[in-house]
T-cell receptor, first 115, second 117 residues
Framework: NAGVTQTPKFRVLKTGQSMTLLCAQDMNHEYMYWYRQDPGMGLRLIHYSVGEGTTAKGEVPDGYNVSRLKKQNFLLGLESAAPSQTSVYFC??????????????FGPGTRLTVL | AQKITQTQPGMFVQEKEAVTLDCTYDTSDPSYGLFWYKQPSSGEMIFLIYQGSYDQQNATEGRYSLNFQKARKSANLVISASQLGDSAMYFCAMRPYSGAGSYQLTFGKGTKLSVIP
């Protein structure tokens, strides 16, 4: 049981380049999330998905796109990278939230630098 | 909108002593969950403890306990018998149980805890 995995772990891009971050979970979770963490900040939600084929915007969605073609995978795309997107990106997953305790399980993070 | 405030950017504690990490929150939602996560230098986010807004008792998980004072909107984390491995960043987070924000954990900026041998 690997939990939540992210690919790649590190990446350096030049301004204007594109890339896709892959998140995979093997816990059969319905919900998946992409967060970014900047220095001195907590995590902020970029996009999330409540099921296969559905996505929605979070707090800071601009410059990113996502897709959830399979239940276990959640992809985060940067079409034209900018230095402001230099950050650590975390994927997370959970069971449907509802009105009860349901923790989000986090992946190990991807450190992205845009030059 | 929700807001989490962690007023202690950094703290030091002697090994084997207890330490309290402060967290206050602001929300207009009547029901919500409060979470604490640990982020060691390796970078992963580790869930520690959860408190529901309607829970009558403070949550405990091993050496971690949550001092929940609803009227004051505070959810402080208490770590008893600190260990060197407790040195890390600690984040308080919350999630409302209804509305558009219910899918999002709102995080504070974190407190860096250093345990001194």
């Amino acid at each position: 049981n690997a939990g939540v995995t992210q690919t790649p772990k590190f990446r350096v891009l030049k301004t204007g380049q594109s890339m896709t971050l892959l998140c995979a979970q093997d816990m059969n979770h319905e919900y998946m999330y992409w967060y970014r963490q900047d220095p001195g900040m907590g995590l902020r939600l970029i996009h999330y998905s409540v099921g296969e084929g559905t996505t929605a915007k979070g707090e800071v969605p601009d410059g990113y796109n996502v897709s959830r073609l399979k239940k276990q995978n959640f992809l985060l795309g940067l079409e034209s990278a900018a230095p402001s997107q230099t950050s650590v990106y975390f994927c997370a997953s959970s069971y449907p939230l509802g009105s009860s305790y349901n923790e989000q399980f986090f992946g190990p993070g991807t450190r992205l630098t845009v030059l | 909108a929700q807001k989490i405030t962690q007023t202690q950017p950094g703290m030091f504690v002697q090994e084997k002593e207890a330490v309290t990490l402060d967290c206050t929150y602001d929300t207009s939602d009547p029901s919500y969950g409060l979470f604490w996560y640990k982020q060691p230098s390796s970078g992963e986010m580790i869930f520690l403890i959860y408190q529901g807004s309607y829970d009558q008792q403070n949550a405990t998980e091993g050496r971690y306990s949550l001092n929940f004072q609803k009227a004051r909107k505070s959810a402080n984390l208490v770590i008893s018998a600190s260990q060197l491995g407790d040195s890390a960043m600690y984040f308080c987070a919350m999630r409302p149980y209804s509305g558009a924000g219910s899918y999002q954990l709102t995080f504070g900026k974190g407190t860096k805890l250093s345990v001194i041998p």
